[in-house]
Nanobody, 123 residues
Framework: QVQLVESGGGLVQAGGSLRLSCAAS????????MGWFRQAPGKEREFVAG????????YYADSVKGRFTISRDNAKNTVYLQMNSLKPEDTALYYC????????????????WGQGTQVTVSS
């Protein structure tokens, strides 16, 4: 079992930055691929960014490419999402997810989820 706790959300003006953190506990963090997803009001949950368990290969949704950066610190059992040049359309509840070893952009493939942290970008 893996427990995930997100933090770092908040209210920011358009063009600003936030860094989300996801602290993991339980099994060996380094064996898990990690991902960030988001869900805006009235919309489906969507993939934002992911990082493989091995090699640190990263993936991004086209909508955030060049603005967001996912990273992980295995010593701290934490994955981060640095969000720059935020836009009002980035407003959503952001979720952290973990998947043992193999990676997938499909949210149905992820094994563990956090409770989410709210990001609100004002225009």
């Amino acid at each position: 079992q893996v427990q995930l706790v997100e933090s770092g959300g908040g209210l920011v003006q358009a063009g600003g930055s936030l860094r989300l953190s996801c602290a993991a506990s339980g099994r060996t963090f380094s064996s898990y691929s990690m991902g960030w997803f988001r869900q805006a009001p009235g919309k489906e949950r969507e993939f934002v960014a992911g990082i493989r368990w091995s090699g640190g290969v990263t993936y991004y949704a086209d909508s955030v490419k060049g603005r967001f950066t996912i990273s992980r610190d295995n010593a701290k059992n934490t994955v981060y999402l640095q969000m720059n040049s935020l836009k009002p359309e980035d407003t959503a509840l952001y979720y952290c997810a973990a998947r043992y070893r193999t990676y997938s952009n499909d949210e149905r493939a992820w094994d563990y989820w956090g409770q989410g942290t709210q990001v609100t970008v004002s225009s």
